[in-house]
């Protein structure tokens, strides 16, 4: 079966989102696992204890993040070449921070003294904390619009620099969503931990969960009175061959704000990310954390999309070019590679999630120090 070319760069967007959720709720409760580790956890046991909860599974979570760049690339190739162009210190800073998480994990308990494994929990926490602020700052950087430019034969051109990307709103960003990852990571916790960290961990996915919900509230504020816009003005037919300097786009106050306007079920999004948050601070509260890790979940897929439905069409607006902007709709690959990816997601993404509930229900059980202490293996 052919499918139209438009409807399958709808769907290739849909595709990426959904990538990007499943990366922020599987391998974002690691890093909030790791943010929390040096702060929850105030012995080497209850440390280790914390680390044994993600240690499972950690690694296959972070092929979400492998496969959303591998989409991005296929389905994207515009952006991911602006994108790898713009922000690529900040990019290294993630690899170069994720390179402590395996290394971390296998040799933390290589040694019995205090101070190998103290600086271990420490990289640690740098592993998580830094993605989970620089991811943030991108989609931050994205509302704001990004320098680049694209010549004739289309290469883009970055005209920033990397502390450019550190102005007020992206960093209001990474706040946001180093706050929503910890205290989805305290979640895990509670609902995989007993004894004296899952009550202590309760004060964290408090204070977490306010964070986040001042910043997204603060940052949709912002958004509406301080940040304008893109809106095409005019552009090809959506399933025309891809060029991103064909349209026209103009700069228009409360553009971002347009499909909310346009589609107003679309509010139901940035309404979960709040009610998402205030829920599992309750659930959490009330000794709930399995139906607390759900709605934590879900308060990250509503942020994440309303940042989505906020730019769409837009993937990466540029603040130098507006013709440059890049679009679902002139940002894509051919018909032929959409449609072969197509059969190929949904042939195998079935397969990857049977695979990883099968992997999440074998390893699954609230672990405590005391049935850590007798398995040496632990150590």
Do not use: C
Not at 208 to 225: E, K, P, R, S
């Amino acid at each position: 079966m052919i499918i139209d070319y438009e409807i399958l760069k709808l769907i290739w967007w849909l595709f990426v989102g959904a990538l990007l959720i499943g990366f922020a709720i599987t391998d974002g409760m690691d890093m909030g696992v790791g943010n929390l580790l040096p702060f929850v956890g105030r012995t080497d046991d209850e440390r280790r204890l914390m680390i044994n909860t993600v240690g499972p599974h950690w690694d296959g979570n972070q092929v979400w993040l492998i496969t959303a760049g591998g989409a991005i690339f296929a389905a994207w190739p515009a952006v991911y070449a602006a994108a790898f162009s713009g922000f690529y210190i900040a990019m290294l800073l993630v690899l170069f921070a994720l390179f402590f998480r395996p290394v971390g994990f296998d040799y933390r308990s290589k040694l019995g003294d205090a101070r190998w494994r103290n600086a271990w929990d420490w990289g640690l926490f740098v592993g998580g904390a830094v993605p989970s602020l620089v991811f943030g700052v991108a989609f931050g950087n994205l509302l704001l619009g990004v320098p680049f430019h694209l010549d004739e034969l289309l290469r883009a051109y970055y005209t920033g620099s990397f502390f450019e990307l550190l102005t007020p709103f992206p960093l209001l960003a990474g706040i946001l969503s180093f706050s929503l990852l910890t205290m989805h990571g305290g979640v895990w916790i509670q609902l995989r931990t007993s004894g004296v960290l899952t009550e202590r961990v309760k004060g964290w996915i408090l204070w977490t969960g306010i964070a986040a919900m001042t910043a997204f509230g603060v940052a949709g504020i912002w958004l509406v009175i301080g940040i304008d816009g893109l809106t095409i003005v005019s552009q090809p037919a959506l399933d025309a061959l891809p060029n991103p300097l064909a349209k026209t786009v103009e700069i228009i106050p409360g553009a971002w704000l347009a499909n909310y306007a346009a589609y107003p079920l679309t509010m139901a999004f940035p309404a979960l990310g709040f009610i998402g948050v205030i829920l599992t601070i309750l659930l959490s509260r009330a000794g709930r954390p399995g139906w607390g890790f759900f709605t934590s979940s879900l308060a990250i897929t509503g942020v994440i999309m309303t940042a989505g439905i906020s730019l769409f069409p837009f993937i990466m607006p540029s603040s130098t070019d507006l013709g440059s902007s890049l679009t679902i709709w002139d940002a894509s690959s051919s018909h032929l590679t959409l449609s072969v990816m197509f059969w190929a997601v949904v042939i195998f993404l079935p397969i990857i999630i049977g695979y990883t509930i099968w992997n999440y229900r074998k390893m699954w059980g609230r672990l405590s120090i005391e049935e850590m202490q007798e398995r040496t293996s632990a150590y």
